[in-house]
């Protein structure tokens, strides 16, 4: 068996004279280098192992913590988005400023000189190119939307910082009521874990903003007395969605009585218009009946229609902006209440209801083209028979009165959708 010292030798000795203590240096050296060579091993693995984990983190939606915010040139964009540029002016954080409702507001408050910073974590709910668009739509107005999500307390508790924001219209939400059955965490995520996360920044704030947010039409469930109104008691919700729209509105009611933030709930009614959300009804349907594909038309009890208070987009931003107007202030300070603060819900639907197969007749009418209707029983997935609001309320306390009937209403929203995908080419996701 040779030994150790014969396997570190020449194969062939007697050449040279054998040096002890190279040989020994030699031995080290090598066990040196194979050392070192399995450490840098060891060290590309972990790189590479982080790495992927990096960017399977960054893939998952946490998108928060891959900072694209902050630093001395950030603050500035801010700062001057934020800036209030009329007398009696307001500085508005909106968040969810990339999606429908969002977009809407803020470019109406930037119009009238209002000071608007947007904030919107651009997920893949639906096609995010059309957020993208949204959002080069308000930055050529002048409004910045960061990108970032409202469970992100540090970038929260920076913007705050940076801008003493008066109001906050939080408008950042996982939508959609069939959806809820697909992820219903997404919904914990947004419109519990996310509102908490808001109102705790809110609450901290000195001076604490007043606080403007989207409930839903759907927080009435299952009721059966129609017109809904916000006297009735709303504790039977069809689907997750509502559930949590629901909560929310308990949640912000206990930072209204503990911290004294001023809130206000606002009940929007099937909103649809000009940039809208593509998982909606009237939007699908539009895309289908342009690409000659059928469209499924969900019955109620015994072949009952659906119904729904369909309200256009520039009824609901006026009522968004009303509220924010006669919001009132948060009186707390330091996260202490010193005062009662205003509490309020209102309903913002258009007070006349019309069948989903009335809605794909103005369609035809205004596409052109003959829908092919596949008519099935509605199923078990959290959509309720009819929709039908009340609005006494918001039209006393707020002026509030919409002046879009769905015939005209969906005509600008045929006229915007032919001009964003079919002239400019934008394709619709399916
Ligand atoms: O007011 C709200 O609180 C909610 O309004 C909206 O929900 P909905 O009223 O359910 O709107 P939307 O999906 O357009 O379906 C409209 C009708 O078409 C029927 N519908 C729908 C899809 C389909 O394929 N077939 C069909 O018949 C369907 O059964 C329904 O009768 C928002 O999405 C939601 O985020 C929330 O804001």
Redesign the pocket.
Same mark, same amino acid.
């Given at each position: 068996m040779p030994s150790l010292q014969d396997e570190l030798l020449p194969s062939t000795p007697g050449k040279f004279k054998i040096d002890h203590r190279v040989s020994h240096h030699r031995q080290l050296h090598r066990c040196f280098s194979t050392s070192t060579m399995f450490l840098w091993a060891l060290f590309l693995i972990a790189l590479t192992a982080s790495y992927l984990s990096f960017q399977s983190f960054i893939n998952t939606g946490n998108r928060y913590f891959a900072a694209s915010w902050g630093g001395i040139q950030w603050e500035s964009q801010v700062r001057s988005s934020a800036q209030i540029r009329r007398s009696g002016g307001m500085s508005v954080l909106v968040t969810g400023a990339a999606g429908f409702v969002g977009t809407h507001v803020s470019l109406a408050l930037k119009k009238r000189g209002d000071g608007v910073v947007g904030l919107d974590n651009f997920n893949n709910y639906y096609d995010p190119s059309l957020k993208k668009a949204r959002k080069a739509l308000l930055q050529n107005q002048g409004v910045l939307v960061v990108e970032g999500d409202i469970n992100d307390s540090r970038l929260l508790a920076k913007l705050f910082d940076v801008v003493h924001f008066t109001h906050v219209m939080h408008l950042a939400?996982q939508?959609?009521?069939?959806y809820a059955m697909e992820n219903p965490n997404s919904y914990v995520h947004s419109n519990i874990a996310g509102l908490v996360t808001l109102l705790e920044t809110c609450k901290s704030a000195d001076p604490q903003p007043a606080v403007v947010w989207?409930?839903?039409?759907? !927080?009435y469930g299952l009721n059966e007395k129609v017109p809904f109104s916000e006297l009735d008691v709303t504790d039977q919700p069809a689907s997750l969605?509502?559930a949590t729209?629901k909560a929310g509105e308990e949640i912000t009611h206990t930072y209204n009585h503990i911290y004294g933030l001023s809130i206000t709930g606002l009940?929007?009614?099937?909103?649809?218009g000009p940039w809208g959300?593509p998982?909606?009804?009237?939007?699908?349907?539009t895309r289908n009946i342009l690409q000659g594909k059928p469209?499924?038309?969900?019955?109620g009890k015994e072949q009952v229609d659906?119904?729904?208070?369909?309200?256009y987009i520039d009824d609901i931003v006026k009522g968004c902006v009303g509220s924010l107007d006669t919001s009132g202030k948060s009186t707390g300070s330091g996260g202490k209440k010193k005062g009662p603060a205003p509490y309020r819900i209102f309903n913002l639907g258009n007070t006349s209801p019309v069948t !989903?197969p009335t809605?794909v007749n103005i369609l035809e009418g205004h596409l052109q083209v003959k829908a092919k209707r596949k008519l099935v029983d509605?199923p078990g997935n959290g959509?309720?028979?009819?929709?039908h609001a009340n609005i006494s309320l918001a039209r006393q306390e707020l002026g509030y009165k919409p002046t879009t009937d769905l015939q005209t209403g969906l005509k600008k929203f045929v006229k915007w959708y032919l001009s964003y995908y079919v002239y400019h080419q934008s394709k619709p996701l399916n």
């Open positions: 939400a939508a959609g009521v069939r989207a409930s839903s039409s759907s !927080v969605y509502a729209k009940r929007f009614f099937t909103v649809y959300r998982d909606m009804a009237y939007f699908s349907f469209i499924t038309i969900y019955r659906l119904a729904r208070d369909f309200t !989903v809605l509605m959509d309720v028979p009819f929709t």
